[in-house]
Structures are given as C-alpha cells and as structure tokens.
C-alpha cells in the first residue's frame, strides 16, 4: 500500500496539480475574490497544503537533504510562529516538494496557467467584475492621474504580474524564443505602461528583454568567467547599495535616488526605524504600504532568513552560470534591480519563483532538473 502511495509518477503529477493551484491562487483567486473568504488564502489552506504535504510525506530524500530541510523548517516554523505569517512556509513547502520534479517543464505549465489566469482577471474586469479597472488618484507623483490596473488592485501590480509571466516565458522557452517574439513583448510592455504609467515595470521589461538577447546571441561572453563574476558582484552591488540607501538616506547621492524613485526610499527608512528588524521577522500591522522589495524580505523575514536568502542566491548565480543556465541568471538580476523600487517583487519573485530555482541546488540538479553531481 505504501509502495503504491510514494510511486514517484503519482507523487509527481499530485504536486504538479498542487503548484498549478498555487499558480491560479496568486494570479486569479486573489484579484477575483479580493477578501472574500480570504482571498486565496482558502485555496491554498484546503487544496495546496494537502497535495504538497502528501508529495513530502512519501518522497524519499537523502541525508543530506533531509539535514538541511530540518533546519529549513526549524527556522521557519520560528518565523512563522513570530510573524504570524505563514508566506515563508508555503514556499518552504513548494522547496521540499520539489526533489524529482522536472522544474522546466513544471514551469511551462505554469507559464500557460498564469497566462490564462491573467487574461482572465483582465476581460472580467472589464465588465465589472473583481478588482477595480483604473484608479484615479495622487500617485505620488504631485498630481492626480488616472491609471489602469484591469483587476489587479493597483497599476505597478499589473504590470509586475506581467513581469513574471515574462520571466516564466524565457525560462520555458529559453532556446525557441524567436526576434518576432521578443518584439511582440516589448509592443505589449510599451502598450501597458501607456495604460499603468509604472516606470518601474515597463524598464524593468526592457532590460529584462535586452539582456535576454545579449545572453542569447552573445553567448561567447555571456558564459566566460568575467561574466559569472560581473553577474555575482552586480547582484551583490544591487543588494547592498539598496539597503544602504534607506538606512543611510541622508547621503546626497541617496537622496537623489530616493526623489528618482518618488520617495519609496525615505518610506522603507521610516518603516525600517519604526518597526525594527528582528532575526526571525517583525510583526507588521495590516495596512502596511512598503515599497521596497529587499527591506520587505529583511522586515518579514528576519536577518537570519534574508541570509540564507542572499547566499542561496548567490550559490544559484555560481551553479547557473556553471552550468549555462543563462534565463535563470538574468531572471535574478532584474528581479534583484527591479525590487529596490517595488515591493509587490517581493510576493510575485523573491517569494515564489526563486524557491523554485532554489531547489537545483538543494537536490543536486541544475534548474532543469538534470544531474549535476
């Protein structure tokens, strides 16, 4: 019987049900039903949990594996406990589930299921139906404007939405992707931001798009050693100048960051100072507005899982390039720039799609679910 219930093809395509669910949760349930009912966290409580648990239960790991996942869990079970947030367990849950996945095609799957998610939420608000189709109101930006969100609840989260979907896209199709294609992405990135005005998110797209073609046609470069070094230095460049930048905000150069950036770094300086920074993640009231994706993860998550989170990364940055995953490097350096200005990279990238990378290195595999060892 138990035999029968660990078959590894039956434990596959059980968590393969789970991760599509967990997609149509974050792209569909969440906009759709706004709180009602939780909002998608309903849908992930009563149909991932299980599936995913069942996929752990009967999964035979190594000891190694099963060391490091302990320690995982320890850790997030304290931070869970602590924050009252239960986001880092079910991406902890999605990287324990994830031995014997083929993560390529386990991402073309979900590429097509946030595709249709996405439309969707996009056509029923046009007919009013979910979250709301513009917001007219002062951005920030010293005037009040109108700005489409199509059901997403706001602009800059629309426009991230299709940030991701992209960075599955590449991912995915990474080989087959062709000139025309990446054409009719940038037409698509231009005409949303005519409708979003998200500055963030129509550059972050483009050098998305830019530096896939220049890993794609100048591979030569893209797969030497100064390349590796240049993307591990420039991540790490990201991440520190970003979080100094709010705690030391006062510095000139800074502070013409945080006025290019309208003000989100003097608001992560506020909330960094009011609230503190704990080793396990702080206790954040509703209502909390953070537009800043790294002080987000150091003010969720704790100073002990932002570095396991930093080193993880950068373990990930040395295997991809090793091993010529050039999609899975330049996904991590744009989400790692495009994070110092929104916050919403945290849920839709560190928290999602990075676990999923993640799990190449802690199965011994590289993204695409080949042996490395």
């Excluded at 513009?134 to 939405?161: D, Q």
């Excluded at 940055?317 to 991590?332: D, F, M, P, Q, R």
């Excluded at 919403?344 to 990238?349: A, I, R």
């Amino acid at each position: 019987m138990i035999k029968r219930l660990s078959n590894v093809n039956l434990l596959n395509s059980i968590a393969c049900i789970g991760y599509l669910l967990l997609v149509f949760a974050y792209y569909g349930a969440n906009e759709l039903l706004g709180h009602t009912l939780g909002g998608y966290t309903w849908v992930i409580t009563f149909f991932v949990y299980p599936l995913l648990l069942y996929k752990v239960t009967f999964t035979k790991y190594n000891k190694r594996e099963l060391c490091i996942g302990s320690i995982l869990v320890v850790l997030c079970l304290i931070t869970t406990v602590y924050t009252e947030q239960t986001s880092l367990f079910t991406n902890l849950l999605v990287l324990l589930s994830l031995k014997n996945i083929d993560i390529k095609l386990l991402l073309k799957r979900c590429f097509w299921f946030a595709l249709t998610a996405y439309i969707m939420v996009i056509v029923l608000s046009l007919f009013g139906i979910g979250g709301p189709l513009s917001l007219t109101k002062n951005f920030g930006r010293g005037r009040v404007e109108t700005r489409y969100c199509l059901g997403y609840g706001h602009p800059n989260g629309l426009h991230c939405y299709l940030f991701l979907i992209l960075c599955l896209y590449i991912y995915a199709y990474f080989d087959k992707i062709k000139i025309w294609q990446i054409v009719i992405a940038a037409v698509i990135n231009i005409s949303m931001f005519w409708l979003t005005a998200s500055r963030t998110g129509v550059a972050a797209i483009s050098l998305l798009l830019v530096l896939y073609l220049f890993v794609r046609y100048c591979s030569s470069i893209a797969t030497s050693k100064i390349w590796m070094i240049g993307t591990i230095a420039g991540y790490l460049g990201i991440v520190v100048i970003s979080v100094c930048a709010v705690i030391w905000n006062f510095n000139p150069v800074f502070a013409w960051l945080n006025k290019l950036l309208t003000g989100r770094i003097d608001l992560a300086h506020n909330y960094l100072f009011e609230y503190s920074v704990g080793l396990f993640g702080s206790k954040i009231p509703d209502g909390f507005y953070l537009d800043h994706g790294w002080i987000g993860v150091l003010m969720f998550w704790g100073i002990v899982w932002f570095i396991i989170y930093q080193v993880a990364m950068l373990v990930l940055l040395y295997t991809s390039n090793k091993h010529g995953e050039l999609a899975v490097v330049i996904i991590i350096l744009i989400s790692a720039l495009y994070g110092i200005a929104e916050f919403s990279v945290l849920e839709k990238v560190f928290r999602n799609l990075m676990f999923i990378f993640m799990s190449g290195v802690l199965y011994s595999k590289t993204v695409a679910g080949q042996r490395i060892d």
